[in-house]
């Protein structure tokens, strides 16, 4: 068991960055939500504590978004070790709520849409427009909610299954 959380987060992160480079023919709006999309799997992971998210992964992960979105080589890069960075930063007891992840993510959205603006700017020697960043890093922190909502609902079930279980053992020893 180990072992497949040792690399669950990158198995994911992969799948998630594979999907994201996929030609979707989405909209232009789409473009500041999709590469986002691997780091807020990371998110999930680094919230709940599952695994490790190692650093290199985020990196690689960021380089390939980078080449399949023809930007400059390490933005993305370096937005998901800045995120990743700061999520990692928060006391471990601000995780263990929902209200408690539900603000980690705000403040890692605040902190994600910063460090985009500033690299963008300093790329491009101008300020870029900050509503298609903000709507992007939204709609991605959006899909985070919703993960972590379907992961709370997995653990519910599985509660509630082993307290059935558990009854049902019980009932027959007794």
Avoid at 37 to 47: D, E, G
Avoid at 82 to 98: C, D, E, H, K
Avoid at 113 to 119: I, K, R
């Amino acid at each position: 068991m180990k072992a497949v959380l040792a690399i669950l987060p990158g198995v994911v992160i992969t799948m998630v960055l594979a999907l994201a480079c996929a030609p979707w023919g989405a909209p232009d709006e789409a473009r500041f939500v999709m590469p986002l999309l691997p780091y807020m799997a990371a998110h999930v992971f680094l919230a709940r504590g599952v695994g490790v998210v190692p650093s290199p992964i985020l990196f690689v992960a960021g380089l390939v978004m980078d080449l399949a979105t023809h930007g400059p080589l390490g933005f993305w890069a370096i937005i998901y070790l800045s995120g990743a960075l700061f999520a990692r930063q928060l006391p471990g007891g601000i995780m263990q709520t929902a209200l408690g992840r539900l603000g980690a993510l705000a403040a890692t959205v605040l902190v994600l849409f910063v460090v985009q603006v500033a690299v963008a700017s300093l790329y491009k020697f101008e300020w870029v427009d900050w509503r298609g960043v903000i709507a992007g890093t939204s709609v991605a922190a959006l899909a985070v909610l919703i993960v972590d909502l379907i992961w709370r609902s997995g653990q519910s079930a599985a509660q509630v299954n082993v307290t059935q279980r558990g009854a049902s053992q019980a009932g027959r020893v007794g």
